[in-house]
């Protein structure tokens, strides 16, 4: 086993190298030692500047999460921290890979530092439901700026080398190797010679700070937080970073941490962090299973869907052909496509180079024949199992061998879709979100016959487009939207039983999800749903006859609500009146209904019916149900996912609800499913479930 931490000598530099495979977390088993070299090197006079670098193909990404919520061994980092700052040699922290969290944090108790122009180096704490606690939002205010400060740290996401370098974080980027130029960085320090100023010295960016910038910046992210407590305790931090001595601030900083990494949001959010690793292993696809080759995407259908799709692809490098049926079809799509990279290089997250190039990468094409060369080939056609398996049928005659043929269904059989092929093996469902190039989830459809390649492939293509993928089997609706119809299967009722859409929504926004269902609805588009219904013999009572009068939401000016200003809903007295007649209708005599029971109502079947899914082995663990709907649903990241969320809040409590409703409404979306209640019963938990079958 290599040592965690090494010392080497360059003359009179020496080089401390971290050595904590696989991201140099910094674990209590590498602080220790790290402590005792920062002591030795110091006390050494023949030492006249340190090197802090790190093994393997990162510096350190970040604490060891596995030990929040535990007794904290010392040293911690604010030890090591507190030690590297008063160090007077020269201390220059060599930077690789990326530098995140408490990696980041570790190197701002140093002087200097240098970095490879392709690092990266972030604070992603508030994605963990924390802030950083070892200084990083006192410290990092010192060297950018509170207002640029407050960006890196409530983003959570890592800026590059460059930024780093134009905002004063990194002091140097090199090209070539990086310790060697490292060494020689610090050896012209220490000719230049001392005192050196250790980041909590430098208070010019602090005393020309504009506090009341800084606080409007603050007020326009407690808006968009929507409950969250970590983006908030950063600002303050930050804030605090602004006003208050270092040493004071440094302890505020910690009091924030404390309270966080003990709260159910933090718990949460580490729950999904976990849960997220752990949807990439799947059974029957182990390290052994080597993922296909995949040089070149083919779409079918340049569309809403289809278009996002592609724009996915081009944007993790793998270039497209893009088939439509018509040459107008097709250039709509295309010209869909460059406006919304247009869209990118106006608001300044893309360059215009950069969109020249990724539109090089589009091959229009209304000929199959043009598809022949392409490793994986994803059909975005209209939901239609005849149309689908017509699109195979001739994917089947034209694909070359070792092609993977996928269908962006959202709710059809793929086990049907797949043997309209001769080969099974290489097809598998791909189930995009829209808008397709914006939201990360992405949902694996495994057939009884996709080959383990296929799904190793999928999950590598998921990584590389930037989507997080999990891995469903075959029912209707999937994961998603099977739970989705569950949670939606009683929302008319709850109108007709005297609630109105606004409090329905209310109470979705008060839980914490963006928008609520009537909202979503009109944003969707009524006719689609009603389109559906009509195609199954289904009726509904109020979104059917608000279709009926050309009310599709958003796109028509009104649905559930009215829209006289764009986007902005408005409670409508004619949809009101509607409900009011239809209730009449049905003998219904309408009531006050508390926020209480639309939660029970409508998220305690979503969970039902996430239980069933899970014994009938369409999804694998409970926490996979968890990503899926916060990826792709908008299920609250603070409250860990539906399974979750259940869990914490009582099985027992919501079986219990669960029968009350089906002892007064008969409808089976209430029947306690016999795991959910076994669960109740025994106190057990979704995750116990998970290690009984591993």
């Known amino acids: 086993m290599n040592q965690p931490v090494t010392v080497s000598r360059d003359a009179d530099v020496a080089v401390i190298t971290l050595d904590n495979p696989p991201v140099n977390a910094l674990s209590f088993h590498l602080r220790a030692p790290l402590m005792t070299a920062l002591e030795t090197l110091r006390d050494d006079d023949t030492v006249k500047a340190m090197v802090l670098t790190c093994a393997g193909r990162t510096f350190v990404a970040g604490a060891d999460i596995t030990e929040f919520g535990k007794p ?17 040699k020269p201390t220059v922290a060599a930077i690789h890979g990326t530098a995140l969290g408490g990696g980041l944090e570790l190197a701002l108790g140093c002087h200097f530092r240098v970095a490879v122009k392709e690092a990266r180096l972030g604070l992603p704490e508030v994605k963990l439901g ?5 200084g990083g939002t006192v410290r990092l205010p010192y060297i950018l700026g509170p207002r640029k400060a407050l960006k890196v740290i ?21 090209d070539g190797e990086l310790v060697a130029n490292a060494v020689a960085f610090a050896r012209a320090k220490v000719a230049e010679g001392g005192p050196f100023k250790a980041v909590r010295d430098r208070r010019e960016r602090i005393e020309e700070a504009d506090l ?10 407690a808006k968009k937080a929507r409950g969250l407590e970590a983006p908030v305790a950063c600002a303050q931090s930050v804030r605090n970073a602004i006003t208050l001595p270092f040493d004071e601030a440094l302890a505020k900083e910690r009091d924030f941490f404390v309270h966080l990494v003990s709260g159910e949001q933090s718990r949460a959010q580490r729950h999904l962090f976990f849960a997220e690793r752990e949807a990439a292993k799947v059974a029957g696809v182990g390290k052994d299973v080597k993922p296909r080759e995949i040089r070149r995407a083919g779409i079918i259908g340049a569309g809403t869907m289809g278009g996002g799709i592609a724009m996915s692809f081009v944007n993790g490098g793998i270039p497209v052909t893009l088939l439509e049926m018509s040459k107008e079809a097709l250039d709509r799509g295309l010209a869909t496509i460059e406006k919304n990279y247009a869209i990118s290089v106006s608001r300044g997250s893309l360059a215009e180079d950069a969109k020249t190039k990724r539109m090089a990468m589009f091959t229009g094409t209304t000929d199959y024949a043009d598809l022949a060369d392409c490793d994986i080939i994803i059909e975005a056609v209209f939901e239609d199992m005849d149309v689908k398996k017509d699109v195979f049928g001739k994917l089947d005659k034209i694909a070359k061998a070792g092609a993977i043929l996928a269908s962006n269904t959202s709710y059809l059989d793929v086990d049907q879709i797949a043997a309209i092929t001769a080969r099974p093996q290489d097809v598998v469902g791909l189930h995009f979100f829209s808008p397709a190039n914006v939201m990360k989830l992405l949902e694996i459809v495994r057939g009884k016959k996709t080959a ?22 075959v029912c209707h609706g999937f994961v998603g939207n099977r739970m989705l119809a569950a949670r939606s ?61 050309g009310r599709f939401g958003q796109k028509t000016g009104s649905g559930y609500y009215l829209y006289e200003n764009g986007r902005t809903p408005k409670n409508d007295p004619e949809v009101e009146k509607l409900i009011e007649e239809k209730a009449r209708e049905r003998g219904i005599e309408r009531r006050e209904i508390s926020a209480e029971e639309i939660t029970e109502r409508s998220l ?11 014994e009938e082995g369409i999804a694998a663990r409970a926490s996979d149900i968890d990503i899926v709907w916060v990826n792709g649903y ?8 539906p399974m979750f969320w259940a869990e914490a809040h009582g099985l027992k409590k919501i079986v219990e609800r669960l029968d009350h409703w089906h002892t007064r409404t008969g409808k089976a979306v209430f029947e306690p499913a016999p795991l959910l209640r076994r669960l109740a019963a025994s106190g057990g938990s979704f995750a116990e479930l998970r290690e009984a079958a591993a």
């Open 72 to 88: 904290m061994q010392r040293p911690d980092l604010r030890d090591l921290i507190a030690t590297l700052e008063k160090i007077e």
């Open 634 to 641: 908008g299920f609250p990241v603070g409250k860990g996912g």
């Open 489 to 549: 299967a009683d929302s008319e009722d709850l109108l007709l039983e005297g609630a109105s859409p606004a409090e329905v929504d209310k109470s979705f926004t008060d839980f914490g999800w963006p928008m609520g269902p009537f909202q979503m609805a009109d944003l969707a588009g009524l006719d689609i749903g009603w389109r559906n219904r009509k195609s199954l013999g289904k009726t509904a009572a109020i979104a059917d006859p608000l279709c009926e009068q």
């Open 452 to 473: 383990p390649d296929v799904l190793a492939t999928a999950l590598a293509v998921a990584k590389r487009i930037a989507k997080v993928p999990v891995v469903v089997g």
């Open 212 to 221: 009341a910038a800084f606080d409007a910046d603050a007020a326009e992210l």
């Open 604 to 614: 305690y079947p979503m969970i039902n019916e996430g239980a069933r899914i899970l």
């Open 130 to 134: 924390l802030l950083p606690g070892a």
């Open 154 to 174: 409530v983003s959570g996401t890592p800026i590059g080398a460059g930024e780093a370098l134009q905002g004063g974080l990194v002091d140097a980027v090199h």
